[in-house]
C-alpha cells in the first residue's frame, strides 16, 4: 500500500504546492474543473494535517496518527521530508517509527529525493539526512539574519533610522549638537544609523579627532 502524507502550518498556507509535487510523483491525480482539487491515485491513502505546526512532533499529529495502520511493505511518501519532521530529534522518532513497521520512506522532491528508503537502516543514510538537517537550519539562519539586516537590525542591535525616528535625530542634531553616541543612545540607535542619518550634517571627519 502507498500512503501520502503531507502537512501545512497555518490555515493560510496552502497544501498546493506539496499536492503538485506528489502529482506529478504520481501518487496524486488532479480533478479537472475543481479549484485545487486533487485526488489520492488508486492503491494509494492521503492523510493531510492542515493548519498544523511543525512544533507539534510529526507522530503526535492528528492526521499522521491514522498512519499507523500501516503494514510491512509499505511506502510512506511526503513531499520533502521537512514537511513531516521539524528537527533531526524528529526525523530519528520517524525512522524508527518506520523501521519497527517495516515501512519504506521517501520523498520525491528535495535534496533528499534519490533515496530509495529514507529510513533504511544504515550509517550513510542517518549521515545524510544528518548533513541535509543542517543545511536546512543554515538556511534557515542565514533567511532570518538576511531579514534583520534588511530591516537595518542584527542579533538585537536597533533598527535603522527612518521616518519619523529619522527627523527626530536631525533635528534634534541641529537644535542639541551633542556627539554621536549621545544621539545614539537618547534615539535607541546604533553609532553607524546615527553617521548614516547625519552625514550631512557633519563637519569633515577627516580633518579632526572623533567626539566619540
Known amino acids: 500500500m502507498r500512503i501520502v502524507y503531507s502537512r501545512s502550518s497555518t490555515a493560510v498556507q496552502s497544501l498546493l504546492r506539496q499536492r503538485h509535487v506528489l502529482t506529478e ?70 525512522r524508527d517509527w518506520c523501521q519497527a513497521r517495516g515501512v519504506v520512506l521517501r520523498a520525491p522532491f528535495g535534496p533528499l529525493s ?45 533598527p535603522a533610522l527612518a521616518g519619523a525616528r529619522l527627523e527626530d535625530v536631525r533635528s534634534a542634531f541641529r537644535e542639541q549638537g551633542a556627539s554621536i553616541a549621545v544621539r545614539a543612545r537618547t534615539h535607541g540607535a546604533s553609532r553607524a544609523a546615527v553617521r548614516t542619518a547625519l552625514a550631512d550634517l557633519l563637519p569633515d571627519q577627516t580633518a579632526q579627532p572623533s567626539s566619540e
Request: overall charge negative.
Open 114 to 158: 534519490n533515496f530509495h528508503d529514507l529510513a533504511a537502516d544504515d550509517a550513510t543514510t542517518a549521515l545524510i539526512i544528518a548533513v541535509g538537517q543542517f543545511q536546512r537550519d543554515l538556511q534557515n539562519e542565514l533567511t532570518v539574519e538576511g531579514i534583520a539586516e534588511a530591516e537595518g537590525r542584527y542579533r538585537g542591535w536597533p
Open 25 to 94: 510523483a504520481g501518487l496524486l491525480v488532479r480533478t479537472e474543473g475543481v479549484a485545487e482539487g486533487f485526488r489520492p491515485a488508486e492503491g494509494v491513502l492521503l492523510f493531510e494535517d492542515p493548519a498544523t505546526t511543525s512544533k507539534i512532533p510529526a507522530l503526535e499529529r492528528p492526521a499522521f496518527g491514522e498512519v499507523a495502520a500501516a503494514h510491512p511493505g509499505d511506502t510512506l511518501t511526503v513531499s520533502e521530508l521537512f514537511r513531516l519532521c521539524r528537527d533531526l530529534v524528529d526525523i530519528h522518532a520517524v
